[in-house]
């Protein structure tokens, strides 16, 4: 079930209040959706709260709790607090078998006894009273970076997550910290972890820290290994916006896909034609990308260059290269992403569903779903995904393309 980002917040939210907030979460959506949610999440956990009692989460493991016997029976009472919301939206009754962040039965503990005061605590000193600073709330993910977040992006030409980034966040869950904060671990596209880091993540996420909070955000929920997803809420969010954003040069590609749908798919010189006007798409992107991080940098390099030796130059010109190319994979994905997207559209259309990316040329499609059996759309959309395996590895990007384009048009 898909949430909106308010109504995925006001869950979270719910959880936290009652002391049942899960420790690992995965947001899937759109980017702007999903580090949104995780800015407000953290604001809210991390709120500054005199009274606030030391952070607890529910770890991923079942824990057997000692059961307290009560000095004297006690006639059972009936609780005030109705208990809210769980984070599956289900209400919550204060007293009874609650839902842990699995959705599981889970016995309401019982109270432990108050312990009786003795002589020596009615005499100790009142403890000195320390003067909180307000928490500034963070409007981003980058604001929200320091001791307590920590935020863990692909960088680098291939856009990779690797090992060390993991063990980092590790090392940074297991120092001190004061006992009214949370710790929290925030992967963005948690689905380019190397198969190392996936492992090592996945024995952080196995035995967290007390008051730890892990938060992967990632457009491809089902690349992460399927022992991480089995150990995470997972929460997908919708857009408040129906409308899809448009992505620059895509109607080009658009114009072929219907033109050559049209005709039928099965043909060696349609599936070339596409892909060509695909690559022709990409190189203007790349062109665009590149433009725009050279500028930055020239800017850069005059404002710095009488104030810093030609080391830190060289050293932030490997900077801008390495953005430049994942700026330019990003992009590369989202076309892809783009392609599936359309043949989704033909799917839906076959199975007579109504909510369509592509509105607008509803009709036009409506003659290409009439040429193309659902089997063969399905097929289509595998190579796809198969062509985006592909730029996982070391081969060229033109032959990866062509392949890719073969199998999924022709």
């Given amino acids: 079930m898909a949430y909106t980002e308010d109504k995925a917040f006001e869950l979270i939210k719910s959880a936290h209040s009652r002391g049942r907030l899960g420790h690992a979460f995965i947001l899937s959506g759109s980017k702007l959706n999903m580090e949104s949610l995780a800015t407000r999440v953290v604001n809210l956990i991390n709120k500054e709260d005199e009274n606030a009692a030391p952070k607890k989460t529910l770890s991923a493991k079942p824990r057997v709790e000692k059961e307290v016997e009560p000095e004297a029976p006690a006639e059972e009472t009936a609780s005030s607090d109705d208990g809210g919301l769980d984070l599956f939206g289900n209400p919550a009754d204060g007293g009874g078998d609650m839902f842990?962040?699995?959705?599981?039965?889970?016995?309401?503990?019982?109270?432990?006894?108050?312990?009786?005061?003795?002589?020596?605590?009615?005499?100790?000193?009142?403890?000195?009273?320390?003067e909180k600073k307000p928490y500034k709330e963070a409007e981003n993910l980058d604001e929200l970076e320091g001791d307590l977040v920590r935020v863990i992006r692909p960088y680098g030409k291939s856009r990779i997550i690797k090992i060390d980034a993991?063990?980092?966040?590790?090392?940074?869950?297991?120092?001190?910290?004061?006992?009214?904060?949370?710790?929290?671990?925030?992967?963005?596209?948690?689905?380019?972890?190397?198969?190392?880091?996936?492992?090592?993540f996945l024995k952080t996420l196995e035995e967290p820290p007390n008051g730890c909070l892990l938060l992967l955000l990632t457009h491809s929920p089902e690349r992460l290994l399927p022992t991480i997803l089995s150990r995470c809420v997972n929460i997908t969010l919708m857009s408040e916006n129906t409308e899809r954003i448009p992505l620059e040069g895509e109607q080009d590609l658009l114009t072929v896909l219907l033109r050559s749908g049209k005709q039928g798919f099965n043909s060696v010189s349609r599936a070339l034609t596409i892909k060509s006007v695909f690559s022709s798409l990409l190189s203007k992107r790349k062109a665009a990308i590149t433009k725009t991080h050279e500028l930055t940098q020239k800017e850069e390099e005059k404002h710095y260059k009488n104030a810093t030796d030609g080391e830190w130059l060289k050293e932030r010109e490997k900077h801008f290269e390495s953005l430049t190319q994942s700026d330019y994979l990003l992009e590369r994905s989202k076309f892809i992403d783009f392609l599936i997207l359309w043949l989704g559209d033909l799917v839906k259309l076959k199975?007579?569903?109504?909510?369509?990316?592509?509105?607008?040329?509803?009709?036009?499609?409506?003659?290409?779903?009439?040429?193309?059996?659902?089997?063969?759309?399905?097929?289509?959309?595998?190579a796809l995904e198969e062509l985006r395996g592909m730029f996982e590895t070391n081969v060229s990007e033109a032959l990866a393309l062509e392949v890719g384009f073969m199998k999924a048009f022709g």
């Fill in 351 to 382: 199975s007579g569903a109504k909510r369509l990316a592509f509105t607008q040329h509803e009709g036009v499609m409506l003659e290409v779903a009439a040429n193309e059996g659902l089997e063969s759309l399905l097929r289509r959309m595998e």
């Fill in 166 to 200: 993991i063990r980092d966040l590790e090392k940074a869950f297991f120092q001190a910290a004061d006992a009214n904060k949370w710790k929290v671990g925030i992967v963005v596209d948690a689905d380019r972890m190397q198969a190392a880091a996936s492992n090592a």
């Fill in 100 to 130: 842990d962040m699995f959705g599981e039965v889970e016995s309401t503990p019982k109270e432990e006894p108050k312990p009786i005061a003795t002589l020596s605590a009615t005499k100790a000193k009142p403890a000195p009273v320390v």
